[in-house]
């Protein structure tokens, strides 16, 4: 990745700035540092013109987010709303406050007599510590548990112990004292660590992140500085100094801005580097220090012992039980709830969190979380007692196979230890529970809970519940009454879902709707006789939506009548222009049976024929058989209304089963339309079938139409069996109007 790149402060190109400052500063301090290699600048000058250059832009940057534009401009609601808010711009100012304390260090070194120096970059030093100490505190509020806490700490001795012991053998030892080279030693080592942890952990691509590498950089390079040995050696150190001091101050600025705005998802820790890297840099430096021709001394080897213990209390940490979540093992909410009597630790979210926190690792297990879904509306007190009974009864099915938690609002959820056949085993029992009428408050109540479930793995609580509840959705919108997992392919449809549903209701305002228009030819002469009007949704981000994923999320928005109205006027204008032309066809038009059982649908219809001078008798609308017997009645009086018009009518998707050829009677149409699975030629079980579709539609005065016909095969099949027109791939593709009018040019006539 290029290093320019890590300076963007978002994720999204439309939050994204340009960087050219930044890559300005960068290749002037690559360019300062050749200078300074090449001898016609001093090392301590390129130090301070690097370091002015870079505190200087860091600086503006960390301004405009403290009292600049970038800052918000009005206060948000609430205190403890207001306080978290205030976050970012109170670290903005603590570490404005670093970069220039860190860019004033390097800028008095050329001007500090050598006697003075260490005692300069020190004090530089130290103010720079506690500012970056103090902004990073301000950015960063650790949620985990004690244990949590605990583990993370173990897990990073081991490397920083590593890592120290690596900086003891390679730093110089001449003329230096020990105490201070162990001093730096272990500043160096506890930086490199820290650094480590932040590229390999979950929120690597987070601001904090980068305010924490960009703070570890800058450190050490003034670390460095504060420890240039005299003559020409101290003017190499200097130089090494510039890359980590100009990339450290940067990268807090960029770290510090993408804080203030939103932050990429959390991805799962690198495990690796940490595991991998501190021991092959002792290996290194050992091998090193033997080729020099020195031993290992007595801190090198406590240093290396001192790795011993971190592993043992990690190991002992790890054979102790998970730690409960009842109100004697955590510490309390600051007002807590009052928990139900009796084992198996009730409580809210942030129990929840806490408890996925503790579990041990490498974790097993499975997350579910339950949505109760009261099929009525009852008070609050009641649905607190439903809740009640529903945690009761989750209780005692989960016995001690796990933990159950009340989601206030929302249901419950269970942390169970087994593993995934067996918790969903439990998902499976729970519902059969939580199904039974709930007799509360002298009504009953009935429930239609949805489960989602995830496996407990080495992701953040909020990542697991996250997961979980992304599943518990999915079940939702298939219909409640099941248990979901989840999977990486299952968060892409319910984001996609999202994205749907909060972009469709604009787009006719925005005008993002466009239709495409198919042929129906003559199977005798292959002659268009009409087309079909098929909508597209053209978003710049979701790209060209089809009717089939559009129209689910239409008619749970309801907004399908508005989708249809436009649909059917853009149709009709169309028809009209081609009409003027001379050319008369037919235009078909999809619609919904939702939007045929509308009660205006009828006039509404009539009204756009009008407006255009469209002939009624040119104007197809097509409804889908597989819908049309929920609403069969009604549907019938509205085909009838239609034909009474002279408007033609056609049944579309006929699926040539029993029941569909038995109310084939009923319904005033004109048009029957049947798919390649009905009017397939090679295979023998087929053809009868389509026989006798073309049979039955002949004696009620229908005309078949073959659609979806997609190679000559099919044609051949269909016109064999007694097809009039034909629609499909094969014989004309969807196109644009000004296409499908360069393809009717090439027919003499088109009228039918």
């Not at 301070?48 to 970038?70: F, K, N, Q």
């Not at 239609?448 to 953040?460: C, Y």
């Not at 009548?561 to 649909?567: N, P």
């Amino acid at each position: 990745m290029p290093v320019a790149s890590v300076f963007r402060s978002a994720p999204s190109c439309a939050n994204a700035r340009p960087i050219l400052p930044e890559t300005c500063v960068l290749a002037v301090a690559a360019v300062l540092i050749a200078l300074g290699v090449a001898g016609p600048v001093p090392a301590l000058a390129v130090v301070a013109l690097a370091g002015a250059a870079a505190s200087t832009l860091a600086g503006v940057r960390l301004s405009r987010l403290t009292l600049g534009p970038d800052a918000p401009a009005e206060p948000p609601a609430g205190r403890l709303a207001r306080r978290r808010a205030a976050r970012p711009r109170r670290a903005a100012a603590l570490l404005h406050a670093a970069v220039v304390t860190a860019g004033l260090t390097a800028a008095v070194l050329p001007l500090a007599s050598a006697g003075y120096r260490p005692a300069a970059v020190a004090t530089g030093l130290a103010g720079t510590t506690a500012l970056l100490g103090g902004g990073l505190f301000s950015l960063y509020r650790s949620r985990r548990s004690a244990r949590g806490r605990l583990h993370r700490l173990l897990d990073q001795a081991v490397p920083g112990v590593c890592l120290v012991l690596t900086a003891w053998l390679l730093l110089p030892y001449a003329g230096v004292p020990a105490p201070m080279r162990l001093a730096v030693a272990v500043v160096l080592g506890l930086l490199a660590v820290d650094a480590l942890a932040v590229l390999t952990g979950a929120g690597r691509d987070g601001g904090t992140a980068r305010c924490r590498g960009g703070s570890a950089l800058t450190l050490f390079a003034l670390v460095l500085l504060a420890g240039l040995p005299p003559g020409p050696a101290g003017g190499r150190v200097a130089l090494l100094a510039v890359p980590p001091l100009v990339v450290g101050v940067l990268l807090v600025a960029a770290g510090v801005r993408q804080v203030a705005r939103p932050v990429p998802a959390r991805r799962a820790p690198l495990v690796w580097p940490r595991a991998v890297l501190p021991p092959v840099a002792v290996a290194l430096a050992v091998v090193h220090q033997l080729q020099v021709g020195l031993l290992p001394d007595r801190t090198a080897v406590l240093l290396a012992l001192a790795v011993v213990p971190p592993l043992v209390v990690r190991q002992l940490v790890n054979s102790l039980p998970p730690m409960s979540t009842d109100e004697s093992a955590v510490a309390p909410d600051p007002m807590p709830a009052p928990a139900p009597a009796g084992p198996g630790g009730v409580a809210g979210r942030a129990g929840l969190l806490r408890a996925l926190a503790a579990r041990t690792e490498p974790a097993c297990g499975a997350l579910l979380v339950v949505d109760l879904h009261l099929t009525e509306l009852p008070g609050r007190l009641v649905r607190d007692d439903v809740a009640a009974e529903a945690v009761r009864r989750a209780r005692a099915v989960v016995a001690d196979d796990g933990e159950v938690f009340d989601l206030t609002g929302t249901g419950l959820a269970v942390v169970s230890g087994s593993g995934p056949v067996l918790a969903y085993a439990l998902g499976t029992r729970l519902l059969t529970a939580l199904s039974r009428p709930y007799e509360v408050s002298g009504a009953v109540l009935r429930s239609r809970p949805s489960i989602g479930l995830t496996e407990l793995g080495s992701g953040q609580p909020e990542d697991l519940f996250r997961q979980a509840d992304l599943a518990r959705r999915r079940a939702a919108q298939l219909g409640r009454d099941r248990v979901e997992w989840y999977d990486a392919y299952l968060e892409e449809q319910l984001v996609r879902r999202l994205d749907l549903e909060r972009e469709l209701p604009g787009a006719v305002a925005r005008g993002e709707l466009d239709l495409v228009y198919q042929p129906v030819l003559g199977l005798a002469d292959r002659a268009p006789v009409g087309t079909e009007a098929l909508l597209r949704w053209r978003n710049p981000v979701l790209g060209t939506v089809f009717p089939a994923e559009l129209l689910p999320v239409a008619e749970d928005l309801d907004i399908v009548g508005e989708l249809g109205t436009w649909v059917l006027d853009r149709a009709c204008r169309q028809l009209a222009d081609w009409t003027v032309g001379g050319r008369r066809m037919w235009m078909a038009v999809n619609v919904t049976t939702r939007e045929l059982t509308s009660p205006d649908f009828v006039p509404r219809t009539a009204a756009v024929l009008e407006a255009y001078g469209v002939g009624p008798d040119q104007l197809v609308v097509e409804v889908a058989e597989p819908k049309v017997a929920a609403e069969l009645p009604t549907v019938v009086a509205r085909l009838a209304g239609l034909r009474s018009m002279g408007i033609r009518t056609a049944l579309d998707d006929f699926r040539a089963e029993h029941a569909s050829l038995a109310q084939l009677r009923r319904l005033p149409i004109d048009l029957l339309k049947v798919g390649p699975e009905v009017a397939t030629a090679g295979a023998d079980p087929h053809r009868p079938l389509l026989d006798v579709v073309v049979t039955v539609a002949e004696r009620l005065g229908l005309e078949v139409v073959a659609e979806e016909l997609e190679s000559a095969h099919q044609v051949e099949g269909a016109q064999r069996a007694g097809c009039r027109y034909g629609q499909g791939f094969e014989l004309a593709r969807p196109a644009t109007a000004e296409r499908v009018e360069a393809y009717f040019e090439e027919f003499p006539s088109t009228s039918r």
